[in-house]
Each structure stands twice: as C-alpha cells, then as structure tokens.
Nanobody, 124 residues
Framework: QVQLVDSGGGLVQPGGSLRLSCAAS????????VAWFRQAPGKQREGVAC????????DYRDSVTGRFTISRDKAKNLVYLQMDSLKPEDTALYSC?????????????????WGQGTQVVVSS
C-alpha cells in the first residue's frame, strides 16, 4: 500500500525558516514527480513546488520562487520543502503528493497519492 507522510510544520515568526519532509512507503519516490500543495483557511488548494521524477528539474509558483526549495534525498526516499523568508501569507496546511502526470511536473499539478498534511503557521 502506497502511503505518504508529511512532517516538519510548526509555528515560526515572519522571516523564519522551516523544512518540511515527505516520506513514502510502498513506493520509490525517486521515480515520480512529487509536488507540495498548500491550503489556507477559506482558500482553494494551490500547488507550491514540484520536482520531476526523471531529471529532478524543479518548478515553483511565483509567490514562493527564491524563498522555497524542493529537493530529494534519494537514499532516504524523502522529498523536502525548504521554506525560507516565511511570510504570514504562507500560513496553510501543506501536503505532498505524487502526481497524476507520473514522472514529470505536468501542469496543472493534480495530486494522485496524498500525505495527510502538516500545518505551517507564520505569525509574530
């Protein structure tokens, strides 16, 4: 059974950093495109970052470009989302997902298998 588990969320002050982790069982993430999504209260879920499964190329939504970095640890079967210079508007439930497009970040990003989500709160 394929399962994704998100972790690493928490409360951080504006300008701070967090690193989210997406761990997998029943699947080797290295071969799949993986994206991080977020959903703030009262808002639609949005894709934040994606990493391809065949060449590890990355893609980001404009509002996080230069502040967030998606990466893999292939030995540990993990995908990370490093979030720096966090802003209050980054507050949301963050979830990782494999994509229906398979091994590439085909837009629009549509999640296939989802993690349970990890809460990020950016507040002073």
């Amino acid at each position: 059974q394929v399962q994704l588990v998100d972790s690493g969320g928490g409360l951080v002050q504006p300008g701070g950093s967090l690193r989210l982790s997406c761990a997998a069982s029943g699947i080797t993430l290295n071969y799949y495109a993986v994206a991080w999504f977020r959903q703030a209260p009262g808002k639609q879920r949005e894709g934040v970052a994606c990493i391809n499964g065949y060449n590890d190329n990355t893609d980001y939504r404009d509002s996080v470009t230069g502040r967030f970095t998606i990466s893999r640890d292939k030995a540990k079967n993990l995908v990370y989302l490093q979030m720096d210079s966090l802003k209050p508007e980054d507050t949301a439930l963050y979830s990782c997902a494999t994509l229906e497009s398979g091994n590439y970040c085909g837009k629009p990003w549509r999640g296939s298998t989802w993690g349970q989500g990890t809460q990020v709160v950016v507040s002073s």
